[in-house]
């Protein structure tokens, strides 16, 4: 995929990508929080891992809700 000046880009890409961001940040603080709120015996490793994995762009904060936490 050819990469594109943010002045080449529609208006309808410029929302995609300011709302992708959004989210993926949104889903990151929500991860990261829930991790800083969970007592550690209440996680599936180490939690500095799972900090660390938490900043892995989408996939980070989805493994660590999918597979870091205990119920």
Do not use: C
């Not at 594109?4 to 949104?26: C, D, H, N, P, Y």
């Not at 929080?33 to 904060?61: E, Q």
């Amino acid at each position: 995929m050819a990469s594109r000046k943010w002045s080449e880009m529609t208006g309808g890409q410029k929302f995609g990508v300011v709302a992708g961001g959004i989210v993926q940040l949104v889903l990151a603080g929500l991860a990261w929080s829930d991790l800083a709120h969970r007592p550690a015996k209440k996680v599936n490793g180490p939690k500095g891992v799972w900090a660390a994995v938490i900043a892995i762009n989408y996939a980070g904060p989805i493994a660590y809700f999918i597979a870091g936490r205990k119920d």
